[in-house]
């Protein structure tokens, strides 16, 4: 078919052809397959058995690669190989194996907001379609749009650049912190958007303050009265 390569060795009467000479996988892993054409017994194998498994029937190689749980693009090979009879040594021809991971880039770093802030901005890149979720900092991760006082713009979208939009609900007299979580197939990335508390009020310094002065008053009035 068009576009397709074959690699064929071909020596001393020896005959063998590889097709496809690559194979490129998702994240996700899956089955791929090679046909062989040989005039020879040959044997497939890899060498990257952390993430390959390969199995023979007939002129057909199947090729299993397993989910890739990093965010690196990861690579390895098939070999195909038979034994030169001449020289009784071993000859392989070798099909390339590219996996490609996923990714999610924050664009943005932690975010600290203001006790009168209540809104943050977080943008980040998906190599693949994502879903989001807010829960807090340090728990569980709540699978819902939102906590009991913050809210994400949304919960799922394409691969791509993307922004989200945190909110939070009015203002609390302590710190609140939590974590946008963001899901790319296998790989989970969070952020922490902090809200930073309201200054507590002084109505008790004040109090204690007038009750002091009340107290300097009442003694300098005895002292007069004596």
Known sequence: TAGTKIKIIQAEGYKIGVNPTSLSFAPEGGTLEIGVSANMTWKASTKDTKWLTVTTKNDIVTVKAKANDTEDERKGKVSITYTNAATNAPVSIDVE??????K????TEDIVLNSDQTTATVKFNASNEWTASVGFAGGAWLEQISSPWATISST???????????NFNGKDYKDRSISVLVKCGTLSKALTVTQKAVPAPQ???????MTLNQKIRGNEAIAKMI
Do not use: P
């Open 203 to 209: 109505v008790g310094r004040k109090l204690r303050f």
């Open 97 to 102: 194996v590219v996996q490609s991971a996923y």
């Open 104 to 107: 999610v880039v924050f664009m």
């Open 156 to 166: 799922s979208g394409a691969a791509g650049e993307q922004t989200l939009t945190v």
